[in-house]
């Protein structure tokens, strides 16, 4: 754990000092460390006693084993906790109006959004269906009340002329194969972070994604990622499985920071003109994928979503093929 504890400390500060610096810091820490137990901060849900339902834990127990995430499981937590705090009710008293009023409150005492506040209903009604569907409640009272509406940012994805500005700011075979991996697979960045040389099939140009809900789906590479990805492999001089690792020793993994952090150097650098995060070339793929005749269907099992609605959302068919289309179709 100490060693990890190092190398871990080290990828944060690799772009921050020079090579001189980073060997001095890399020993230094080193000897400092060798003298301490390290152990690594747990992420375990704490359950609290009291104003919680017995069942509360199942409920958590079940969404793991169903793969909800670990960042979704402690954003149910802290709402859910909330919650029941300011209830104090046996959650078999709790009626809709104590949920709507609870909603008020909270919105107006916090400043929320109504993004905020409805994604809050939703997990208070996921919860509470839960509970109905495997009988511990009668009835979910959240049921009745309706999504809270709220305006949705637009999205928009990169235009040609800034993908190429993005392609032309890369300064290092890396910086292509991560750019031109995001694009060709429209995968999520902890779908890159997990990928591993041997998820790649070159022959079938084909990529084993592992990802949101622990599911692995099929993506692929387009002619400039199978390029860029064996350009980048070729040079390669570590051991380690990862697609993508540090530029510097001891070349560990490539992690969801550093990968966000260098998509967010290179879009400065392309002078774009906006920021630049690999969800957005997510979305580009997605919207590029539908702009030219892919069916939503298909654009919907390349993303890995579950809803088609979704999809939809990641990508908005644009208005002028839109138009297009009406012409073509609408005579």
Same mark, same amino acid.
């Given at each position: ?89 046996k959650v078999e008293e709790i009626t809709t109006?104590? &949920? =709507?009023?609870?909603? @008020?409150?909270?919105? /107006?005492?916090?400043? +929320?959004?109504?993004?905020? %506040?409805?994604?809050? *209903? ?22 009745? &009340? =309706?999504?809270?509406? @709220?305006?949705?940012? /637009?999205?928009?994805? +990169?235009?040609?002329?800034? %993908?190429?500005?993005? *392609? ?40 084993? %994604? ?122």
């Amino acid at each position: 754990m100490q060693e990890q504890f190092v190398n871990e400390f080290m990828t944060k500060i690799t772009d921050i000092v020079s090579d001189d610096v980073l060997n001095i810091v890399y020993k230094q820490l080193m000897l400092h460390v060798a003298a301490y137990e390290i152990k690594k901060k747990s992420t375990e849900i704490t359950i609290y006693e009291g104003y919680l339902p017995e069942f509360y834990k199942v409920f958590f127990v079940t969404r793991k084993i169903e793969g909800m995430s670990m960042k979704s499981l402690e954003l149910y937590n802290m709402v859910l906790k909330d919650f029941f705090y300011c209830l104090n009710k046996k959650v078999e008293e709790i009626t809709t109006n104590d &949920i =709507r009023v609870y909603l @008020y409150k909270v919105q /107006k005492e916090r400043q +929320l959004s109504n993004a905020t %506040l409805d994604s809050r *209903r939703t997990i208070i009604h996921s919860f509470l269906e839960w509970a109905a569907n495997e009988q511990y409640i009668g009835s979910n009272p959240c049921r009745s &009340i =309706r999504p809270i509406k @709220y305006e949705r940012p /637009k999205r928009n994805p +990169l235009t040609g002329i800034e %993908l190429e500005k993005l *392609r032309n700011a890369c300064e290092t075979i890396r910086d292509s194969a991560i750019i031109e991996f995001l694009y060709s697979t429209g995968c999520r960045v902890t779908e890159m972070e997990r990928v591993d040389i041997t998820d790649v099939d070159f022959a079938k140009k084909e990529v084993l %994604l592992f990802g949101k809900g622990n599911k692995h789906r099929i993506s692929y590479l387009n002619a400039r990622a199978e390029l860029a990805l064996k350009k980048y492999l070729k040079v390669r001089q570590d051991t380690n499985s990862a697609l993508f690792v540090s530029d510097r020793k001891p070349h560990d993994r490539l992690k969801k920071a550093a990968i966000e952090k260098r998509v967010r150097q290179l879009g400065e650098m392309s002078g774009i003109g906006r920021r630049v995060y690999p969800h957005l070339i997510r979305h580009t793929t997605a919207t590029d994928g539908l702009f030219r005749g892919m069916p939503v269907e298909e654009v919907q099992k390349l993303l890995g979503h579950v809803s088609i609605t979704t999809t939809m959302i990641y990508a908005e068919v644009s208005e002028v093929n839109t138009k297009n289309d009406h012409k073509k179709y609408i005579i």
